[in-house]
Each structure stands twice: as structure tokens, then as C-alpha cells.
């Protein structure tokens, strides 16, 4: 695990300037790889190339370092993440005459890239952010993994183009702070995150999963390819049998190439269906006890540490109980939201990193149950995605209007509980007779509507989805499997998989998802969608893969989810701060906002009127992000 950073300077340019530039980008993301560093740079008369790593020490740790070259000095590779099939792949290439210098999984791409080209991405199973020079033919390419586990971010300025696995490493090197995004911005008033290609920045993105970059130095062009074909979902006739047999094969398979390491491994054990079942794999795969890691909270109302015990109990591992309140989460409130070096509101951050720190004190990778609910239909919201249709087809649209007018009146919070009460509002207000209601429900900060109200006029943006809706090849967003095709392109990589590889690099701990198989995600696309989600049971085939391997009904209880009380905070600790983010001059300044309607939402919310603590959080956090970025202030 490691992350990366390159230059190409457009014309000559000395090669030591772009080496200490790139040593400062390395120092940048030093906690994504604290055990060493390494560095290329070459330059001629019409460009010069730079390309650095930072590495964390998983596999190989003799013979690993990098950049790492091809026999003739042509190519060359610095390369961020894990290919499960490495070993797979050499022996593959070793039967075809190929040689190794090393063990370390980095050559394997560079060796069946240097036989194979372009072609030999499509094989890599693993998560990944990686860049190849190839003098041969003048090229660059730089790639990402098919989910987006890894992050990569490009620019391109008049002299120059820089890529780097942290937005730190460009922001800090360019010489100018770019304008913030209007894409940007409207995407992150509405999901809390800001999904592939966009980022807060105007003319700087993240590479898509499962893309790659072409950069021609003769020209200077860039090309951007998918590395996968993704073939549409189709449900075949296989039997549930059959596929609950494959499913608990596909899942242990998973579970087996994730586990490869040369250091320390355990799991993040919540107590969850999705951490239960890969905690039970990894120990089923071995003699020896493993280490589970969950954390707990003093308050009872957020804990959920007896069900992470059971598991742990019945799998006789070393478990690591951490219990903490709520002032353990706000320690280090400002030094994780800046980490993500763009607005990120994702309350599960905060405690994320905090069981990261504590991993890291025990283990060097820790396996985790994320993806199960985008692989197997897992959320709540798939849930009222179901109702959604079952309710417009019986309630008239101006019935419901009159509903959602009564709900908004009256079923208010005034505390941050997120009861009964909170999610009958959430959904009736979700409610869209034109098949356009998921956008609303992924929206975790502010609906189309709410959104339109807090935002300046010349800043809203009411098409921001557009441009997925193209890519899914879809205006209507209405099944199961076109909400999980949705969460796989925005909710995953822009929140699940950034909230997991920041707070977890921030500590140098590698955090690994076996639900992210590429293998699995295809195969569950070919089934019905009644396997995964029979009447109200979500995940139902995943469930009834490893039901026999737990207690009886444990598959079957609730979760809460990892979140943080911030709606609390927010009126308490942090409200002197809040409220300095609704100064009139800080508002008239920064000139994006609606300020009567931003200041009643932040006002309602500190006097208890109305509780809205996800729309105030994302808020906040875009605040603490401009005032570090714009105003140069901690």
C-alpha cells in the first residue's frame, strides 16, 4: 500500500527541479507509505517525466522497493494498492518464458504490461492507483481499479500534468488556488461527497474506477479508456441453490486472495452481517486465532458492541474492544475532515478513523465487510426504492402532495434521533411520480428542492445527475439493480470507499474489502432480484449462503450504522464555530449561498426548532474546508 505522484512538464525542464517538487508531493501523503520512498526522473529536450511512491511495507518487504524497471531500462512503474492475483498472473507469465527479479505483486504489472500492454489491466484483480512510462512508445498511462478503491486525481495546467493518489500533493504544488467547481459544489449539497470525475476544484478530477489514462508526450493529449467492459445485469435461470453455493464460494475465494500479506492481518468486526461473514471466512482459513477489531460507545443508545462479542466469541478470536465517548470522536475533528482535502460529510468518518488508530496499534491490514451492501442489495434505502413504486401506484399525486405537506408540519425532530419519525419524512419527501425519486434518496444532505433554496441562484446546478444518468444508459432510475448500479458509481467511490481509504491511510493502516471482487459483483448481477431481496429481507442470499454457520436469527438483527452525534455537537462544542460560518460578511463574500434561507436552516437547528443535522453537518464541514483553503486558517 502505497500512494503516488507524478509531473510531466510540458517542455524541458531540469530534472532536479522536478524531483525535489515531487519529494515535497511524497511528504505530502508520507502517512500512506511511512517506510519508504522512491523516485524517477527524466528529462529531454521537448519534456521532462517525474514519477514517486511512498510505500507502506505488505508484501515483499525485501525486494519491493520502487520505481521499479523493465530488464532494458525502458519502462517503468510506481504503483499504489494490491493485485490479489499476482501470484496467479507470474505463474502465468513465468510458463511463458517471462523472469522476476522479485516477489512483490508491482513487477507482475509491469512484466505482463511490458508482454501485453494495455490488454493486461483487464486481468488485475485487486485495488490499485498506478502509473507506467513506456520510453518505447512516448506514452504514460496511469489507471485505476474497477470500484475506485484507490483514489487518483489529474490536472492539467499550461506547462504542466500532474497526477497524485492525494488532492494535497497538486493543490500544494500549483501556484495559484483554482475556483471552486459549480459541479463540485451541487454534488456535494446533495450526496455529502463528490463522486469521480469531479472534485470541488475547476479543472481538477478524479480518473473514474475501472479507467486509465493515456498520455501521448509527443502531442500531449490524453485519452481516457474503461479497462473493463462491464456487461449489462441480466438475471439467468439459475437455481437458489445453486446460486447460494456459488455465492458462499465466491465469497470464501475472496476472502482467501484478500488475506495475502507479510505483516500483521485481522478485521474490522462491527457485529454486522457483512463483517460477521468475512470475519468467520478469514478464521475459518486458518489454525491460528485471528484478531478482531470493533469499537463501542459509553452512550447505549449508539453502542452495538454485543454483537461484534457473539461473533467473536463463537469464533474464539483475539478481540479488541474499544469503548469511547463522545469527546474521543471530537479530537481530531479538524484534522480528519482536511485530510479528504475537499468538503466530506460522512458522519462515520469521525469513528472510522478512530478504529483505524486503534487497529494500527495491533495489526498492519484489516479486512472489512464494505461492499456487501451494494454487492447483495443491502440498504434501507433499496427498501424505499421498492415502496416508492408501490406507493405512486396507489396514492393520486395531489393526495400525496397533501400528505407530504402534513408530514413536513408535523413530524419534526428536535434532536438528532433519526427515529420513526425521521425516516417516514425522508421517504415521503422522496416520493417522485416521474421515476426520478433515487436521486433524492442518495441525497444524504439536501434534496433538489432543499437544494435550490440554499444555494445562491448562479450556483445551483438542478442537472447534476445528468451525466450518470448517461453512463448508466438509463433516465429512469426504478429496480434494484439500477440502484446498486448507481451506488457503484457514485455512493461507493465517492463516499464509502474516500470515507475508508482516508480515515485509514491517515493511520497507515490498509483496509481491504473481499465484497469488492469483481468476480462477485458480475455473478450477483446475473441473479434475480428476488434472490437478493425477498419481500423485506435484504441480502437474502448472502444470508441464507452462511446462515448455518451462526446462531439462529443473528442474520436477522437490525444495525444501527457507524455514526457520530453531531446533530449534538453542532448545538453544543462546535456552535460558536457554526455560527461564525453564518457571519453576513463571510456569506456576502463567498457570495454562494442563499443567506436568509442558510442562516434559518442554522438557526433552527441550534435553537432545537427543527432538527436538521445532516444538512448543517455538510454545511459545516464545506465551511471548515473553505476557511483552511480560501482564508489560510485552522
Given at each position: 500500500?502505497?500512494?503516488?505522484?507524478?509531473?510531466?512538464?510540458?517542455?524541458?525542464?531540469?530534472?532536479?527541479?522536478?524531483?525535489?517538487?515531487?519529494?515535497?508531493?511524497?511528504?505530502?501523503?508520507?502517512?500512506?507509505?511511512?517506510?519508504?520512498?522512491?523516485?524517477?526522473?527524466?528529462?529531454?529536450?521537448?519534456?521532462?517525466?517525474?514519477?514517486?511512491?511512498?510505500?507502506?511495507?505488505?508484501?515483499?518487504?525485501?525486494?519491493g522497493k520502487q520505481p521499479i524497471f523493465s530488464d532494458d531500462k525502458q519502462i517503468v512503474i510506481v504503483f499504489n494498492g494490491e493485485i490479489y492475483n499476482y501470484k496467479v498472473l507470474k505463474s502465468k507469465l513465468e510458463s511463458e518464458g517471462v523472469t522476476f527479479k522479485t516477489s512483490s505483486d508491482t513487477e507482475v504489472i509491469?512484466?505482463?504490461?511490458?508482454?501485453?500492454?494495455?490488454?493486461?489491466?483487464?486481468?488485475?484483480?485487486g485495488m490499485y492507483g498506478f502509473s507506467i512510462y513506456d520510453k518505447n512508445i512516448n506514452k504514460?498511462?496511469?489507471?485505476?481499479?474497477?470500484?475506485?478503491?484507490?483514489?487518483?486525481?489529474?490536472?492539467?495546467?499550461?506547462?504542466?500534468?500532474?497526477?497524485?493518489?492525494?488532492?494535497?500533493?497538486?493543490?500544494?504544488?500549483?501556484?495559484?488556488?483554482?475556483?471552486?467547481?459549480?459541479?463540485?459544489?451541487?454534488?456535494?449539497?446533495?450526496?455529502?461527497?463528490?463522486?469521480?470525475?469531479?472534485?470541488?476544484?475547476e479543472n481538477i478530477f478524479k480518473l473514474e474506477a475501472n479507467h486509465f489514462i493515456e498520455y501521448d508526450l509527443?502531442?500531449?493529449?490524453?485519452?481516457?479508456?474503461?479497462?473493463?467492459?462491464?456487461?449489462?445485469?441480466?438475471?439467468?435461470?439459475?437455481?437458489?441453490?445453486?446460486?447460494?453455493?456459488?455465492?458462499?464460494?465466491?465469497?470464501?475465494?475472496?476472502?482467501?486472495?484478500?488475506?495475502?500479506?507479510?505483516?500483521?492481518?485481522?478485521?474490522?468486526?462491527?457485529?454486522?452481517?457483512?463483517?460477521?461473514?468475512?470475519?468467520?471466512?478469514?478464521?475459518?482459513?486458518?489454525?491460528?486465532?485471528?484478531?478482531?477489531?470493533?469499537?463501542?460507545?459509553?452512550?447505549?443508545?449508539?453502542?452495538?458492541?454485543?454483537?461484534?462479542?457473539?461473533?467473536?466469541?463463537?469464533?474464539?478470536?483475539?478481540?479488541?474492544?474499544?469503548?469511547?465517548?463522545?469527546?474521543?470522536l471530537k479530537n481530531n475533528i479538524h484534522e480528519i475532515l482536511i485530510n479528504f482535502d475537499e468538503p466530506f460529510s460522512d458522519t462515520a468518518a469521525l469513528p472510522t478513523h478512530l478504529l483505524s488508530e486503534k487497529t494500527k496499534e495491533h495489526v498492519t491490514v484489516a479486512l472489512t465487510g464494505d461492499g456487501g451492501d451494494e454487492v447483495f442489495g443491502g440498504y434501507n434505502k433499496y427498501y424505499i426504492g421498492k415502496m416508492n413504486k408501490k406507493y405512486t401506484s396507489v396514492v393520486p399525486k395531489n393526495l400525496h402532495k397533501s400528505i407530504a405537506s402534513l408530514s413536513n408540519k408535523y413530524l419534526i425532530n428536535k434532536d438528532d434521533t433519526r427515529g420513526r419519525k425521521f425516516q417516514i419524512n425522508k421517504l415521503l419527501?422522496?416520493?417522485?411520480?416521474?421515476?426520478d425519486f433515487y436521486w433524492d434518496i442518495i441525497s444524504l444532505a439536501n434534496t433538489s428542492n432543499q437544494l435550490a433554496g440554499i444555494m445562491a441562484p448562479e450556483y445551483y446546478d438542478p442537472n447534476i445527475f445528468q451525466e450518470y444518468k448517461?453512463?448508466?444508459?438509463?433516465q429512469k432510475i426504478e429496480t434494484l439493480t439500477d440502484f446498486r448500479l448507481v451506488d457503484k458509481i457514485l455512493s461507493l467511490e465517492g463516499g464509502m470507499l474516500a470515507k475508508v481509504d482516508r480515515t485509514s491511510m491517515m493511520t497507515s493502516l490498509?483496509?481491504?474489502?473481499?465484497?469488492?471482487?469483481?468476480?462477485?459483483?458480475?455473478?450477483?448481477?446475473?441473479?434475480?432480484?428476488?434472490y437478493l431481496m425477498k419481500g423485506w429481507n435484504k441480502k437474502h442470499i448472502l444470508k441464507e449462503a452462511f446462515r448455518n454457520q451462526f446462531p439462529d436469527n443473528f442474520l436477522e438483527k437490525g444495525k444501527s450504522g457507524f455514526g457520530s452525534p453531531t446533530g449534538d455537537w453542532l448545538r453544543q462544542g462546535l456552535r460558536k464555530e457554526l455560527e461564525s460560518y453564518i457571519e453576513p460578511s463571510l456569506l456576502k463574500s463567498q457570495g454562494l449561498f442563499n443567506t436568509d434561507v442558510i442562516t434559518k436552516l442554522v438557526t433552527d437547528h441550534l435553537e432545537s426548532k427543527k432538527d436538521s443535522t445532516f444538512r448543517v453537518w455538510s454545511y459545516y464541514c464545506f465551511q471548515k474546508w473553505y476557511k483552511f483553503n480560501f482564508l489560510k486558517q485552522a
Open positions: 500500500m502505497c500512494g503516488i505522484n507524478g509531473i510531466i512538464a510540458k517542455t524541458n525542464r531540469n530534472k532536479d527541479d522536478i524531483a525535489t517538487t515531487l519529494n515535497t508531493m511524497n511528504n505530502l501523503i508520507i502517512h500512506r507509505g511511512p517506510d519508504e520512498d522512491g523516485l524517477f526522473c527524466e528529462e529531454n529536450d521537448q519534456f521532462t517525466v517525474g514519477m514517486a511512491m511512498r510505500r507502506l511495507s505488505i508484501i515483499d518487504l525485501s525486494s509491469l512484466k505482463a504490461y511490458e508482454k501485453y500492454g494495455v490488454e493486461s489491466f483487464q486481468w488485475l484483480d504514460l498511462f496511469i489507471a485505476r481499479d474497477f470500484f475506485g478503491e484507490k483514489p487518483l486525481y489529474y490536472t492539467h495546467t499550461d506547462k504542466e500534468f500532474i497526477w497524485a493518489s492525494e488532492l494535497k500533493s497538486i493543490i500544494n504544488m500549483i501556484d495559484f488556488t483554482p475556483n471552486i467547481s459549480k459541479k463540485g459544489l451541487n454534488l456535494y449539497f446533495r450526496l455529502t461527497y463528490i463522486p469521480a470525475p469531479h472534485t470541488i476544484y509527443s502531442s500531449h493529449n490524453t485519452t481516457i479508456h474503461k479497462i473493463n467492459a462491464e456487461p449489462k445485469p441480466k438475471a439467468t435461470n439459475i437455481s437458489f441453490e445453486d446460486a447460494k453455493a456459488k455465492t458462499k464460494d465466491l465469497v470464501y475465494k475472496s476472502v482467501d486472495t484478500r488475506s495475502i500479506a507479510d505483516v500483521g492481518l485481522g478485521t474490522f468486526l462491527s457485529g454486522g452481517v457483512d463483517s460477521s461473514i468475512i470475519s468467520l471466512c478469514l478464521a475459518q482459513s486458518t489454525d491460528n486465532k485471528i484478531d478482531t477489531f470493533s469499537i463501542g460507545f459509553k452512550k447505549a443508545s449508539y453502542d452495538e458492541t454485543d454483537k461484534s462479542r457473539v461473533v467473536a466469541k463463537q469464533l474464539k478470536s483475539n478481540h479488541h474492544e474499544f469503548i469511547i465517548d463522545e469527546n474521543d419527501n422522496a416520493i417522485d411520480y416521474e421515476g448517461d453512463v448508466l444508459g438509463k490498509e483496509c481491504r474489502a473481499p465484497f469488492l471482487n469483481r468476480e462477485l459483483w458480475e455473478f450477483a448481477n446475473t441473479l434475480p432480484e428476488s
